[in-house]
């Protein structure tokens, strides 16, 4: 392996934000054998042309259309070649010890195949998503009638590394020989769901995933326009695809009432939606008032 680490950066028309996220990234990155890729899914706010004359030892891939997130991880990861990988959202902020940190546990820790930490809002407080539990049927059920203790894995503690199933996108540190063995994102997932599904596999490949107290600031939301009909949309349709490539075995009776739940939701949130914008149609000025609450 010729490098230590290779952090791989999905960036869409987030210049400021990744900017901040370079930064931080450069700064965790003193003193270790490390490399960054910039995927750029064809922004048209300038990102490549601002940036990269600032970030010259930064690997910038600039994509003729956007290509999806999966896709464009898997891009820069088989350019690479390092003993692990760190696919970080362009919405974050890495704290200095982070990334050394997250290193030495998983060089202690040979079993691990990839591993999350602790997501700060923007207020300080650790974000549920760190730590999430595969949604296989029940947990799917129990979450969507509003119980998501088991979905979230409630019971660790937010000070102590833990076994977790789902390793987050925004941060998720993985073993290449892990990456090597169970294969890269599933490039059929455009946006959402790709982190399920590999933290999935990485656990039927016989790999752990491990949540550990190192933080980052996660900018949640920022890096993605979730008011719009295409988040709607790619969010759910991403859940059915994960549903039919890992339970569609089940039997009908299993399977409907999930998929209905699905559906349902993505009515629900796109109702929601559309009412926020006839609210803000009505009453622009209350609208952005709000926004700077």
């Not at 040979?110 to 539990?133: D, H, I, K, N, Q």
């Not at 790709?194 to 490949?205: A, C, N, T, V």
């Not at 009776?253 to 009515?267: D, H, M, S």
């Amino acid at each position: 392996m010729d490098k230590k680490i290779t952090v791989v950066i999905v960036s869409y028309n987030v210049c400021r934000l990744l900017d901040e996220c370079l930064q931080s990234v450069q700064r965790a990155l003193e003193g270790i054998d490390g490399e960054i890729y910039v995927v750029d899914n064809r922004s048209t706010d300038h990102t490549v042309e601002q940036l990269q004359p600032r970030y010259p030892d930064v690997h910038f891939m600039a994509n003729a259309v956007n290509v999806g997130f999966a896709r464009a991880n898997n891009q820069a990861i088989r350019a690479s070649h390092s003993e692990y990988v760190l696919l970080l959202n362009p919405d974050t902020v890495v704290y200095d010890s982070t990334i050394r940190g997250c290193l030495e546990f998983m060089d202690a820790h040979p079993e691990a195949g990839g591993a999350g930490v602790r997501m700060l809002t923007r207020e300080g407080s650790p974000a549920p998503e760190s730590r999430r539990a595969i949604p296989t049927p029940w947990v799917s059920m129990l979450k969507m009638l509003g119980f998501t203790r088991r979905y979230y894995m409630s019971q660790l503690s937010w000070d102590e590394p833990g076994r977790i199933e789902v390793i987050s996108g925004a941060y998720c540190l993985l073993r290449r020989q892990a990456l090597d063995e169970v294969g890269l994102l599933d490039e059929d997932f455009f946006m959402y769901g790709e982190d399920i599904d590999l933290s999935y596999r990485l656990l039927k490949g016989g790999w752990q995933n491990w949540y550990l107290p190192y933080d980052i600031v996660h900018y949640k939301g920022e890096s993605t326009q979730k008011s719009s009909f295409r988040y709607v949309h790619t969010f759910y349709q991403a859940m059915l695809i994960f549903f039919r490539k890992h339970y569609g075995h089940l039997s009908l009776f299993l399977t409907f009432p999930i998929k209905v739940a699905i559906y349902f939701r993505a009515l629900l949130a796109l109702m929601a939606m559309m009412a926020d914008q006839a609210r803000r149609f009505i009453n622009p000025n209350k609208a952005k008032s709000e926004r700077f609450k």
